[in-house]
């Protein structure tokens, strides 16, 4: 018997309705059940029931195969994940090229299966470059804690212990990809050299020695002065200081060097020389080169001589000027003897050191007259001093 009822209302068979209620008959196409709003399934929009079985259906399907660059599926982690589970943890990422990025509990390292530079960049999505600081960590800020902040440091490679050839790796510090400003070498075992505006190697310094520091030449002199502090460089191989007062010095025993304005060029020299031993004639004690400008010069000599039967103290001074270009050197001002000992009965006949102005050279020559006890020798030290005017 059917049974209807209702009143104004659709009526229904209830043995109908009980059978499209449990899917025994009367069942809706899935195509026609829509869904509203679309669900979007790994890039596939579907509008109705069976569109969105038949996507789901594709992706399940695929987690059994391993994945492509098109298709969803298995990716293998062995060996880059430790902890799998609820908690997963990354422990290594292997790039397509070989290279391999792992950590431990305290080392993050770089490996790759070729030889050559590895680089490690930092790239920013904006069109300006940003900015990289490497920083260790920063104390913490408690009233009751004297700790330190964390210590950083850079090491280069060890080298093999089991090869006396093999080096420790250098280190450099570039400004931009070429030009090299700071730069740290292991030129032979145990000799390490530090290297100023160059990547230094055994050819800027032949034979090294430990704990040394190489500078390389600056393209020119320092012109203007500098505000607050010096600048030291080198130039044509000697080492420079140019102070804010103006001066330009040149470091070391000798020559002091310094310029003070354009047109001015002082050299002082000063020389202390134990000339050994003579028995006859003149000695050379110092010696002053021409050069292809004019110079002036002030020479002020101190020297001792001491010999079988005396001894004998000078002191003598004389101004030479040298007119450059190949020329001859001029006395200007007569050798004066400001003083002169003489101590015992051979002391009394020795002649007094002179300047000799030979040539294009200016020398210092002892002299004594040779009267005392033959075959005796005097011993001669000297203590000389030359100022020279240039460019006047």
Same mark, same amino acid.
């Given at each position: ?124 999505? !904006?069109? @300006? =470059?940003? %900015? ?6 920063? &104390? ?6 004297? $700790? +330190? *902040? ?72 320092? !012109?203007? @002065? =500098?505000? %607050? ?6 130039? &044509? ?6 102070? $804010? +007062? *103006? ?94 000992? +003489? ?50």
């Amino acid at each position: 018997m059917q049974n209807f009822f209702g009143s104004g209302r659709l009526a229904v068979n209830t043995n109908d309705f009980k059978n499209h209620t449990n899917g025994s008959t009367l069942k809706h196409e899935s195509s026609t059940i829509t869904i509203s709003p679309t669900v979007i399934l790994d890039g596939y929009e579907a509008d109705n029931v069976k569109a969105a079985l038949v996507r789901l259906g594709e992706i399940t399907n695929n987690l059994s195969n391993e994945a492509t660059t098109t298709v969803l599926g298995l990716i293998q982690m062995t060996g880059d994940l430790d902890n799998v589970g609820s908690s997963p943890k990354v422990k290594r990422v292997t790039g397509n090229s070989g290279s391999i990025l792992e950590s431990d509990a305290r080392t993050v390292s770089f490996t790759h299966t070729t030889s050559g530079t590895n680089v490690i960049g930092f790239k920013s999505s !904006s069109t @300006s =470059p940003s %900015d990289l600081e490497i920083r260790s960590q920063t &104390s913490s800020v408690n009233l009751f804690s004297s $700790a +330190n *902040g964390g210590a950083l440091a850079l090491k280069t490679g060890a080298r093999n212990t089991l090869s006396g050839s093999s080096r420790n790796g250098s280190y450099a510090v570039y400004l931009g990809s070429t030009d090299v400003v700071l730069s740290a070498n292991n030129l032979a075992s145990s000799v390490n050299v530090l290297g100023l505006f160059k990547n230094v190697t055994t050819t800027e310094v032949p034979s090294p020695i430990n704990n040394a520091v190489y500078v390389a030449d600056a393209s020119a002199d320092q !012109s203007s @002065s =500098p505000v %607050d502090g010096s600048v030291l460089y080198s130039r &044509s191989g000697k080492l420079k200081v140019k102070y $804010a +007062n *103006g001066d330009n010095f040149i470091l070391g025993d000798h020559p002091d060097e310094w310029i003070s304005g354009e047109a001015s060029y002082r050299k002082v020299y000063n020389r202390v020389a134990n000339v050994g031993t003579s028995s006859m004639g003149p000695v050379e004690v110092f010696a002053i080169a021409a050069t292809a400008e004019p110079w002036m010069a002030f020479v002020e000599s101190t020297i001792i001589g001491a010999g079988v039967g005396g001894m004998a103290t000078y002191k003598i001074y004389g101004a030479y000027y040298f007119d450059g270009g190949g020329g001859g050197i001029t006395q200007i001002d007569p050798i004066n003897i400001v003083e002169q000992r +003489n101590l015992g009965t051979t002391a009394v006949d020795w002649n007094p050191p002179s300047f000799n102005p030979s040539g294009t050279g200016l020398t210092t020559l002892t002299l004594y007259s040779g009267d005392h006890t033959s075959g005796s020798v005097i011993d001669w030290v000297a203590y000389t001093t030359c100022v020279v005017y240039s460019a006047l």
